[in-house]
């Protein structure tokens, strides 16, 4: 993979903490596993053997995902961005143009994504449809149906 991964510290901070959970006490649980299941002989037929393994390795796959992340992540400093339009962090108000109903997006980065909550990835294709744009644009988001089209209607940012 390439390219910058936009993230808030906080967002940076929760993936460290995650990966180091699953480095220093998932990884060792299936390690141990795999030797106990090691200890009882024929590894052919062991399904234990073979599903820590596979654990092992999905859990592996995990971890290399998050270092990946880690590694190309940009912090973003949210005070140096602009306030007149939809930028990472900022919390916006949209009308779909289509159905009418009003949506509030907040637009976060890795880490941050709670899609129950409203919180988009930046990187998103909402979230790259809406980047840019200010108060009173339409934006047009490519979606497998079709277009979506979104009025903004509000751009704001909540000061923590």
């Known amino acids: 993979m390439s390219g910058r991964v936009p993230m808030t510290r906080e967002g940076y901070e929760k993936i ?16 141990k596993r795999i030797a106990e299941a090691r200890a009882e002989g024929d590894l052919k037929e062991n399904a234990e053997y073979h599903g820590a ?21 940009d912090i973003v400093d949210t005070s140096k961005l602009p306030k007149d339009e939809v930028v990472f962090s900022c919390t916006v108000t949209v009308k779909d143009l289509d159905f009418g109903d009003k949506e509030e997006f907040t637009l976060v980065g890795e880490g941050d994504e ?8 930046v990187a998103s294709p909402l979230g790259q449809g809406l980047v840019g744009k200010k ?11 079709g ?12 000061e923590d």
């Open 16 to 31: 460290k903490a995650e990966l180091e959970v699953m480095e220093n006490e998932q990884m060792p649980e299936i390690e």
């Open 53 to 73: 393994r596979e654990s092992q390795g999905m859990l592996q796959a995990k971890i290399n995902l998050l270092k990946d992340k880690l590694k190309r992540a």
């Open 114 to 121: 709670d899609y129950d909550n409203g919180k988009i990835n």
């Open 135 to 145: 108060v009173g644009d339409v934006a047009e988001v490519e979606v497998p149906a």
């Open 147 to 158: 277009v979506n089209k979104f009025e903004i209607l509000e751009i704001r940012f909540d």
